[in-house]
């Protein structure tokens, strides 16, 4: 007990400032990387995260700011991330652990997802079918329970192949834990996937946290009480979870759309999206009001 105190005080002290509530982490192996709307544990062995971690919530689901496609690398990991050029031409997509879908609330959010320390090379078949299917599962089960906590990643293990030039693992499984709790209730739900398409229902994947961490040797949720941690971890059920229509919360969309208004109002800052004549991006910095610096913005 003592152990895993001292385990949750370093966390909250380390991630203080952050706006996400982060008081459930794996344990890690990597880097911690810091992001405003998530966190990863970045593995510079596999060159990729072994686990990204955040909360979803009902109002944060509608995903009125557009898909940004700004794909770049994570100038936070101290180690470099993978980079574009890893996945040019290997057939995998740049697969997204947190989805960018479930960080349309914010144009910050948003362009924050596409970090190449968010990405995992995953097939195409698998990205886009039954993995967006798991996707759009989860954020039906923010509107329906209000909030939820999600830790998503590849299994990371030996002997995987690689693809591009930092060698950047091609994970076979992939996983998704979903965890809410609610007037003293608790729930926790599981899934470990191939990576390749499946026409199979999204209850067929549904495994233990226990099992997760038996193939990950990660520990998922070390802050919860050690009665309700194996309690939860152990089950292997979906009795819980609703996989019909969502019920959304009746505010969410007037929510949404007051976070969306005021996102809108706020210039972009970052880097410029223009493209130089070798095809890499503008290390510019974008001028008020637009995405792109004084050069691309004439053209």
């Given at each position: 007990?003592i ?45 990729q ?72 090379p995953?097939?195409?078949s ?6 967006k ?14 909030n ?5 990643g ?49 209850s ?93 913005k004439?053209?």
């Open positions: 007990m152990k895993k105190f001292l385990l949750s005080l370093s966390l909250l002290i380390s991630l203080s400032g952050f706006s996400q509530d982060y008081k459930y982490l794996p344990t890690h192996t990597g880097e911690i990387i810091k992001h405003k709307n998530y966190i990863l544990s970045y593995s510079e062995k596999f060159e995260a072994e686990w990204v971690a955040y909360e979803l919530r009902s109002n944060e689901t509608v995903g009125l700011i557009k898909r940004a496609d700004d794909f770049r690398p994570d100038p936070v990991v101290k180690t470099g991330s993978a980079n574009l050029d890893d996945y040019r031409g290997s057939g995998y997509d740049r697969g997204h652990l947190a989805p960018a879908a479930d960080m349309g609330f914010s144009a910050s959010a948003m362009s924050e997802s596409f970090y190449m320390s968010n990405m995992s995953q097939k195409p698998f990205n886009r079918g039954i993995w299917n798991l996707e759009t599962q989860v954020r039906n089960w923010a509107k329906t329970y209000d939820i906590y999600v830790v998503t590849g299994v990371l293990k030996s002997g995987l192949a690689c693809i591009g030039k930092n060698r950047v693992a091609v994970p076979e499984n992939f996983y998704k834990i979903v965890f809410r709790e609610k007037a003293g209730q608790s729930d926790m739900i599981a899934f470990l996937m191939a990576n390749k398409n499946s026409e199979q229902p999204l067929s994947f549904i495994v233990s946290v226990d099992e997760l961490e038996s193939l990950t040797g990660l520990n998922f949720f070390p802050q919860l009480p050690d009665d309700i941690e194996n309690k939860l971890e152990a089950q292997h059920s979906a009795q819980n979870w609703d996989f019909g229509p969502c019920k959304a919360n009746s505010m969410v969309l007037v929510k949404a759309k007051k976070q969306a208004e005021i996102s809108k109002t706020k210039p972009y800052t970052g880097q410029c999206c223009g493209k130089t004549q070798n095809g890499s991006r503008c290390k510019r910095k974008a001028t008020s009001g637009t995405r792109f610096c004084w050069q691309h004439k053209k």
